[in-house]
């Protein structure tokens, strides 16, 4: 009688601590329909797993401390104006006010930009701005590795700071832990270069009840001498990506900037690097400006994480899907849309868009590989064309707009950019850097093959449904 009794007992706890999680689950705010739905039915099926799985996974929260201390930063900046002059074709304008109203930045005119050949191209040219430097050199990175190319960007930061230049580099604690705790960051602390870990994971028995733990900091920034700025989809790597070497080469792509655009990104940085360091860079940020160029173009970047406003990713590319009047081009290596993108995007082809978009044929993540694959029968239908790559692991996040508007940037069209990782993009109006990336999209289409709508139908039974089936779970992801 006394064991059914505490049977009973434990039995009452559990379902009242399920009741508990049930009604938080319902009252955490920006919580979408099917998101709570598969929420409650995990927790519901499997009470003491499902309530672990919400506690470790459910909710979007870096720590509070984190929070006040990134809001108290944020508040202390000084704000920044647009000097130079953005021209921007009337069509676009709803775009870039969109843009700022996410991060506040307006978009700034006087701005250049290459895109860079491949990823050795790209560490070069970092590595060349970093000798060049006179003032002070900014890196973040979500992924920094101790291969040729990240200890080439190591050992130049180490000249820059003998020769007295301010270095300081920021690293994701987790995407970037092997170079983090190994004898090159210290070789850069001891050299003079500034280093901090980004989001600390700390002891990971207690990490989850501060903060969920897979909250990372995304970002790729490089801002030299407040005039230079790198942005793109490349971690500090080899290509052939030695942690993920099965997937190689990694293809990327990065634009180098010059011009005011580079206090934008600034500002990302000084937020980040203060969050984590006791460091005020507000008179780095009260400086003047850039000087513009008379013949350069209008950008803006676009600053998003868990601490942004909820959604502006998604909104950031459903705009853009809407602003196209002849054709749009994406290419992005992980797609788990909200039900919204998914719906925007086919509206994009139903409305007559020429519309493209590309994925690797080969994943590194296999949910998402499949998740992805469930959307295909949908895209095909509305009549947007999807085109696999086969020359490696694609990892360029682009998006073109009618040859004249370009988003570049590190977030990828799914729930872990959109919800909980921090991104950093620029989106510019320009025919002539648009066009370079535009070929460079093609030539990642012509690496491709095409999906054909006779294809996915004909896929067996048993793999659509397992794509169907972790679609599912997307939600909770």
Partial sequence: MTILFHYSLVNLALMLLDLAVIVRIMLRPHRDPASRIAWIVVVTLLPVLGILAYLLFGEVSIGRRRVERLRAVLAGLPKIHADGAAVILERQENLFRLGQSISGFQPVGGNKARLLADSNATIDAMVADIDAAKDHVHLLFYIWLPDNNGRKVIEALKRAAARGVTCRAMADDLGSRSLIRSAHWQDMRQAGVRVANGLPIGNPLVRPFMGRIDLRNHRKIVVIDDRITYCGSQNCADPEFLVKAKYAPWVDAVMRFEGPIARQNQVLFASDWMSRIDEDLGELLRRPPPV???????????????????????????????????????????????????????????????????????????????????????????????????????????????????????????????????????????????????????????????????????????????HNSVATVGPLL
């Fill in 292 to 466: 513009p160029a008379s013949d350069g173009f209008p950008a803006q970047v676009i600053g998003t994480g868990p601490t942004v406003r909820f959604s502006a990713m998604p909104e950031m590319f459903e705009a853009a899907l809407f602003a196209a009047r002849r054709e749009v081009v994406i290419s992005t290596p992980y797609y788990v849309p909200d039900e919204t993108l998914q719906i925007a995007l086919c509206t994009t082809a139903y409305r007559g868009i020429d519309t493209t978009i590309i994925f690797p044929a080969r994943n590194d993540s296999w949910i998402v590989s499949a998740a992805s694959r469930s959307y295909y029968a949908s895209l095909l239908e509305a009549g947007v064309k999807i085109h696999e790559y086969v020359g490696g692991l694609l990892h360029t996040k682009s998006l073109t707009i009618d040859g004249e508007v370009t988003l570049i940037g590190s977030a990828n069209m799914d729930r872990r950019s959109f919800d909980l990782n921090y991104e950093n993009n620029i989106l510019l109006f320009d025919p002539t850097v648009t066009a370079a990336m535009r070929q460079r999209q093609m030539e990642y289409i012509a690496g491709s093959k095409p999906v054909s709508k006779e294809a996915v139908a004909a896929w067996p039974i048993y793999r659509q449904l397992w």
